[in-house]
């Protein structure tokens, strides 16, 4: 059911080829240590694995009211970028904005862990 929701709101899904993530994570240098016990090993290059990642609303984000906390396996791994969380908010009830799953994939250059979502947050026409 979660997948039928999602893909109604954001096009493609978990189910459809989870291969394409164009929606990239902010703020995985706050996170690092949850990044080292979710991913189990320091950022070493070529590191790609896929993960299930939730999407939460932070209603009382003081830095951001439309803040959106990314979260693997129960740890905040970083947020959605503050143009992506408001188009994120848009589309899925505003302030009432519920949580969602979705694919992510956390890619290492060797020095930092980056996170990217299996969801289009562009703007539609």
Do not use: W
């Amino acid at each position: 059911m979660l997948d039928k929701i999602f893909r109604s709101i954001f096009g493609g899904g978990a189910k459809e080829k989870p291969k394409f993530y164009p929606t990239q994570v902010v703020g995985e240098s706050f996170h690092r240590a949850e990044l080292l016990k979710v991913t189990g090993c320091p950022p070493k290059d070529g590191y790609r694995r896929e993960f299930n990642a939730r999407l939460v609303p932070e209603r009382n984000n003081k830095h951001d009211k439309n803040a959106v906390r990314i979260e693997i396996n129960g740890l905040p791994v970083g947020h959605l970028g503050r143009a992506d969380a408001k188009t994120y908010r848009a589309r899925n009830g505003g302030e009432k904005a519920k949580s969602i799953q979705c694919k992510a994939r956390i890619m290492s250059s060797g020095t930092d862990y980056g996170v990217y979502l299996d969801i289009s947050l562009e703007k539609q026409e």
